[in-house]
């Protein structure tokens, strides 16, 4: 199976990426409130609950120290993202109930 490394490169690779597809999103909800509050919290804090399941399993399963850090990748990724979301609709609702 002399394809294993470069598909392991590849997994790498296409880890590393699909983390920094995140960074667009985070941009957008953190700088505009009405996009976050679009979002929904619960798909964003179902993924980061997933990924940190994904990453123990890694971790302590697998022991394979890519897809550890990829999957503590997107849990970093989709945790932000909650946490945007989250903050955004509690200064939202902040700023309803103060009319």
Same mark, same amino acid.
């Given at each position: 199976m002399t394809f294993l490394p470069a598909l392991k490169s590849l =997994?790498?690779?296409? /880890?590393?990426?699909?983390v920094l597809l =995140?960074?667009?999103?985070? $941009?957008?909800?953190? #700088?505009?409130?009405?996009?976050?509050? #679009?979002?929904s919290p619960i $798909?964003? /804090? /179902?993924?980061?609950? /997933? #990924?940190?399941? $994904?990453?123990?399993y890694?971790?302590?399963?697998?022991?394979?120290?890519i897809f550890t850090a990829v999957s503590l990748g997107n849990t970093l990724g989709s945790g932000a993202l909650f946490l945007i979301i989250l903050a955004s609709r509690f200064a939202s609702?902040?700023?309803s109930s103060a009319c």
């Open positions: =997994y790498a690779m296409n /880890g590393f990426v699909a =995140y960074l667009p999103q985070i $941009t957008r909800a953190w #700088s505009d409130r009405n996009h976050a509050l #679009s979002l $798909t964003f /804090g /179902g993924w980061c609950v /997933g #990924s940190v399941i $994904t990453a123990l890694a971790c302590l399963l697998v022991h394979d120290h609702r902040r700023d």
